[in-house]
């Protein structure tokens, strides 16, 4: 079955960008919206924004001005950079998949990103 | 920005209780609102769509219900393993938005 898994480093220093993959397995990344998720310790749900496969992109008002979201049909993966990260980006950071009626219906396990010098 | 309010924040549950977990949203969203359940240390799992419609391989004790801006969870007789955080989630507007949460912690 289509499984997510993210990736990157779990440790970025402030003011630097804190970069992630996303890697779909066992099915295609087309068709379907992908979206970047984040939760902080102990706190709920932020969504950061989606692509879709052929490029399309929207993002959370709250973080646009940060966040690049990327997507690499060839292998499959998508990509989330937020920008200029505080200690308030630690978080664990989920990606997600949708169809257009935008329900979460797959998700990643998730990555632990913490920012600190 | 639609801002989903759960109510209430905890609530500690008997084994076979019913639970009710309710989701305000500050606009009308329709029927646009969907549930999820997350347990200690996973990710979140897609309960319900679109206020009530159930998901294949979730228990039938779960069900929701609900239209315009007040809907309802509800898990019927209450299992050790329902444990875990559950939030609502609109999709009718972006940005997409979630509730802060529902813990419920068995007694």
């Known amino acids: 079955q289509v499984q997510l898994q993210e990736s990157g480093p779990g440790l970025v220093k402030p003011s630097e960008t804190l970069s992630l993959t996303c890697t779909v397995s066992?099915?295609?990344?087309?068709?379907?919206?992908w979206s970047w998720i984040r939760q902080p310790p102990g706190k709920g749900l932020e969504w950061i924004g989606y692509?879709?496969?052929?490029?399309?992109?929207n993002y959370n008002p709250s973080l646009k001005s940060r966040v690049t979201i990327s997507v690499d049909t060839s292998k499959n993966q998508f990509s989330l950079k937020l920008s200029s990260v505080t200690a308030a980006d630690t978080a664990v950071y989920y990606c997600a998949r949708s169809a257009i009626n935008w329900y979460f219906d797959l998700w990643g396990r998730g990555s632990l990103v913490t920012v600190s010098s | 920005e639609i801002v989903l309010t759960q109510s209430p924040d905890f609530q500690s549950v008997t084994p076979k209780e019913k639970v009710t977990i309710t989701c305000r949203a500050s606009?009308?969203?329709?029927?646009?609102l969907h549930w999820y359940q997350q347990k200690p240390d996973q990710s979140p799992k897609l309960l319900i769509k679109?206020?009530?419609q159930s998901i294949s391989g979730v228990p039938s004790r779960f069900s929701g219900s609900g239209s315009g801006t007040d809907f309802t969870l509800t898990i019927n007789s209450l299992e050790a393993e329902d444990a875990a955080a559950y939030y609502c989630?609109?999709?009718?507007?972006?940005?997409?938005?979630f509730g802060g949460g529902t813990k419920v912690e068995i007694k």
């Open positions: 606009q009308s969203i329709g029927s646009s």
């Open positions: 692509i879709y496969y052929s490029g399309g992109t």
């Open positions: 989630h609109q999709s009718s507007n972006l940005p997409l938005t």
């Open positions: 066992g099915g295609s990344i087309s068709s379907y919206y």
């Open positions: 679109y206020a009530s």
